[in-house]
């Protein structure tokens, strides 16, 4: 089965960035829909970036023109970048992808990694 593992978590003062990455392994097989959610205690998971086979992507409005995500189908990895860190932006991280674009916006992605600490200290 797909196996997704995050990496780049970590503690970082606000005005800082990092860069999260996501490597898919297992199936293989073409992901057309490949995103990042988060998740703050007590709050629901809400989607943070998405982006389909061409290019376009989707980004939630609390980060368009902080973060960016990228991906390199290749190498079945994906990334976001964040820069200009906010303490509302703490939370677990998830990387999702599926064979489809829909179902990754939606939450309802077939494969998830298994989630990274991403603390901003102001």
């Known amino acids: 089965q797909v196996q997704l593992v995050e990496s780049g978590g970590g503690l970082v003062q606000a005005g800082g960035s990092l860069r999260l990455s996501c490597a898919a392994s297992?199936?293989?097989?073409?992901?057309?829909?490949m995103g990042w959610y988060r998740q703050a205690p007590g709050k629901l998971r809400e989607l943070v970036a998405a982006i389909n086979r061409g290019g376009p992507s989707n980004y939630a409005e609390s980060v368009k023109g902080r973060f960016t995500i990228s991906r390199d189908n290749a190498k079945n990895t994906w990334y976001l970048q964040m820069n200009s860190l906010k303490p509302e932006d703490t939370a677990v991280y998830y990387c999702?992808?599926?064979?489809?674009?829909?179902?990754?916006?939606?939450?309802?992605?077939?494969?998830w990694g298994q989630g990274t600490q991403v603390t901003v200290s102001s």
């Open positions: 999702a992808a599926d064979r489809n674009y829909g179902p990754v916006v939606a939450g309802t992605a077939g494969s």
């Open positions: 297992g199936s293989i097989f073409s992901f057309n829909g």
